[in-house]
Nanobody, 118 residues
Framework: QVQLVESGGGFVQPGGSLRLSCAAS????????MGWYRQAPGKQRDMVAT???????NYAESVKGRFTISRDNAKNTVYLQMISLKPEDTAIYYC????????????WGQGIQVTVSS
């Protein structure tokens, strides 16, 4: 059974920082591209950041320079470090796994809430 379990979400003020973690099981983690997507109320689910099995990263324009995706293959975990958070970053964040970073992921986590508000 494939499981992607997010943690680290919560409430933060504008300008604050947060780090999301996603622990994966049931897949050969090291050969999978991993990603983070987000979905705000009334909006579609959009890619935030991806990282290939080789470590190549890709970011949505709206988060470039503020978010950093990384992975630790020894821990089967992918991270999203978020700084300078804005209210527009408020969304449910989903961890993903797939064979190709630029394709629709094969697996999804349950999602975790990130709320940026004063």
């Amino acid at each position: 059974q494939v499981q992607l379990v997010e943690s680290g979400g919560g409430f933060v003020q504008p300008g604050g920082s947060l780090r999301l973690s996603c622990a994966a099981s049931g897949i050969n983690f090291s050969i999978y591209a991993m990603g983070w997507y987000r979905q705000a109320p009334g909006k579609q689910r959009d890619m935030v950041a991806t990282i290939s099995s080789g470590g190549t990263t890709n970011y949505a324009e709206s988060v470039k320079g503020r978010f950093t995706i990384s992975r630790d293959n020894a821990k089967n975990t992918v991270y999203l470090q978020m700084i300078s958070l804005k209210p527009e970053d408020t969304a449910i964040y989903y961890c993903s796994a797939g064979r190709w970073a630029r394709r629709t992921p094969d697996y999804w986590g349950q999602g975790i809430q990130v709320t940026v508000s004063s």
